[in-house]
């Protein structure tokens, strides 16, 4: 369904950052270069290595038109290029001189913002290069941004994790703790969760950090009530902190990489695992989708780039599947919701389920955060031969929560022993 086409190995030091545009992928680096790509035949451009910064480059991303490129770096400027012929359009210094570690134009390409090491955020004019608005963050570097789909709100995230939503004025609007040790990075999703009434944006955004995690958001905003932002979900599937995260063009898929070495693909719609890529031998630091093709970047502390290729057809095959599998699931009794918690090996939690009610349609919307809070399964995995120590000693709390365990039943996590198999299976040959 997906196969590596392309790998490029150009930089000369850790890939930072990779972007498209409708026809071009740039790329930077700790090297202090941004190179570009032709999509039609990856050949690198004539011009290319782009070469003003004095010290890493660490983001770059094109305007929606793909005319204009920006590139920030420590040596505390963002650079705009030219993407025709290379030449350097505009230097725009942070006021705060701080390293500028990220940097993204808004949706109608009118402003473009840089979050620094020190917590400040700058808007800049894109036409006229001068400083529009700036701001500042309670704690910690600024590391991520993102712009709605409407341009009306834009989201930054730091070191700190918090999530702090600001509007096209530089109001803060809200502010949060969204990962326990620090944001890495932060998409939103280009298309809309729902149509919604005239005048109301609701989109999903997603979030990861040093924590292990990604989640989910539910971001919604009229001009009459204001901002809302809801808590939504937790993907699982890396086991080191993720770096990187971003929506596939149409919102079906999320990728993330991670220190794990690996890079995921989710459906997400179902919050599924469709793929898990395991071709980089180093951190996996960025990862990006083409805007109108099927085409996945990643980049790694390896010094490499990785292009890769979805089938269409197996992919809408696998939806469909997974659809109707969906569909039949739904379906369920609390009967036979059971009766498959039996042939997985889990009978000693059929009474929490019946007590709970849970069928098909509650089987479905179960996620790890409702197994801990509302049928009080602690969530969480364990070596077996610890647990036993633990409860050995009398202890009845979670290791982790430091909860009261309702039960000491201990039930085998099959996922991961068979995500541990696959890894064995790749790395054992």
Known sequence: ?????????????DVNCCAFSSSLLATCSLDKTVRLYSLSDFMELPYSPLKFHTYAVHCCCFSPSGHILASCSTDGTTVLWDTHNGQTLAVMEQPSGSPVRVCRFSPDSTCLASGA???????????SYKLYRCGRVKDGSLVACAFSPGGNLFVTGSSCGDLTVWDDKMRCLHSEKAHDLGI?????SSQPVSDGEPGLEVFRLASC???CHIKFWIVSFTHILGLGIKYKSTLSGHCAPVLACAFSHDGKMLVSGSVDKSVIVYDTNTENILHTLAQHTRYVTTCAFAPNILLLATGSMDKTVNIWQFDPEALCQARSTEDHLRQFTEDWSEEDVS???CEQGLKDLVSIFKMNNIDGKELLNLTKESLADDLKIDGYSYEKEAMENWIGKKKRT?????LTLPSLVLTPNRTLKMAINRWLETHQK
């Open 184 to 188: 890495t990075c932060c998409d939103f």
């Open 339 to 341: 009766m498959w918690l």
């Open 117 to 127: 090491a020190d917590g400040t955020v700058v808007l800049w004019n894109a036409q």
């Open 398 to 402: 979670s290791p982790m929560t430091n």
């Open 1 to 13: 369904m997906v196969k590596l086409i392309h790998t490029f190995a150009d930089h000369g030091d």
């Open 209 to 211: 950090g040093q924590d």
